[in-house]
């Protein structure tokens, strides 16, 4: 009965592991059992896809427009103004073209007239701008021409462009005292300059003056006019014009003397 139970057990045993490698050959297949896949194959694992992103529209902000500079605006118009001129020169473009410059003008003038106030006033913004010494030299050289030069303005009570080029011209005989300066007109005194200026005597046939306002120096010794310019002038124009015919002058001047010079040392040597 013993061996009868023990038999009995043994064979439960070996039913329930043969039971267990039938269920694990069904749920897994052994590898020498995958053919199609090979000895050597395997199975990377493989992320799980992320879902996409909705394309969600993106908005750049546009950059905030700045408002044109006067200038700009200034200089637009007065191409604008010019090319209706020149395509269609009636009398009201032409008219609205010269009203334009006009206006530019005085805009110019007040500036350059401002300007030389403040360096009058500011003079260490020489010493910032860097033309101290330019500044200088140009005023001694004037200051020099006046020794054996004058200026003469020529000009006519009616014209605007003479109205703002008195004020240049008094501006330059405080800046230059020592500076002889004959304003001329053509039909009546301005009030600026009605104390200085003289009636027109035949000097503008003589120089051949076509238009006002204009410029000469005159070398009374010489009696030799030079004209440097006509139209408006700005005080800094003014000064380096005459500092350019100064300089010119005393160019000649020093060349021939050194070439005079030069000859005496050489007929010393000889002799």
């Known amino acids: 009965m013993l061996s009868y139970i023990k038999s009995f057990i043994s064979i439960s045993l070996i039913l329930v592991m043969l039971s267990a490698l039938t269920t694990d050959s069904v749920a897994a297949p052994k590898w020498w059992e995958k053919h199609d896949e090979g000895w050597f194959f395997y199975n990377e694992k493989t992320a799980p896809a992320e879902p996409e992103e909705s394309a969600v529209p993106t908005t750049t902000p546009s950059p905030k427009e700045e408002p044109p500079l006067a200038t700009d605006i200034i200089k637009k118009e007065g191409d604008r103004l010019l090319s209706e001129a020149l395509v269609n020169p009636t009398e009201d473009n032409v008219v609205r073209y010269m009203r334009y410059q006009k206006e530019s003008l005085d805009m110019s003038t007040r500036l350059a007239y401002i300007w030389q106030r403040m360096l009058m006033k500011y003079p260490d913004l020489y010493m910032n701008t860097g033309t101290t010494k330019v500044h200088y030299e140009i005023k001694e050289s004037v200051d020099r021409l006046a020794k054996k030069a004058g200026l003469f303005f020529i000009y006519s009570a009616g014209c605007e462009v003479c109205q703002h080029a008195a004020r240049v011209v008094t501006d330059f005989m ?83 003397t050194a070439n005079l010079t030069d000859n005496t040392d050489s007929n010393s040597e000889s002799e």
């Open 174 to 256: 405080s800046a230059h005292p020592n500076f002889i300066v004959f304003p001329v007109t053509i039909d009546r005194p301005l009030p600026s300059l009605a104390d200085s200026t003289k009636p027109d005597n035949g000097i503008t046939s003589k120089l051949g003056v076509a238009s006002v306002p204009t410029w000469y120096l005159a070398y009374p010794d010489e009696n030799r006019f030079e004209h440097i310019g006509t139209g408006a002038l700005t005080l800094s124009d003014l000064e380096r014009r005459l500092y350019h015919y100064g300089i010119a002058e005393e160019g000649m001047y020093s060349h021939s």
